[in-house]
């Protein structure tokens, strides 16, 4: 994924589901670096590794390889 990219972020200390975001770094701290929008704007967050989910906006393309499971 290339940095920044466009995300949707779940985050349940701030209480946000599929909020639109802009994931901009991921540092060695454990901890993703986001513009994430409240009320009229967008503002810097650091939000932590262990407690987010961040989805890429954009779908990625299949292509023509199967996904194979070992289990």
């Given at each position: 994924m290339e940095l920044p990219t466009q995300v949707l972020i779940h985050n349940q200390i701030l209480g946000v589901k599929g909020a639109k975001g802009a994931l901009l770094s991921v540092s060695g701290h454990g901890y993703y670096e986001v513009n994430l929008r409240f009320g009229e704007g967008f503002h810097r967050v650091l939000l932590?590794?262990?407690?987010?989910?961040?989805?890429?906006?954009?779908?990625?393309?299949?292509g023509d390889e199967s996904i194979e499971l070992e289990r």
């Open positions: 932590p590794i262990g407690g987010t989910v961040v989805i890429a906006s954009e779908a990625e393309e299949a």
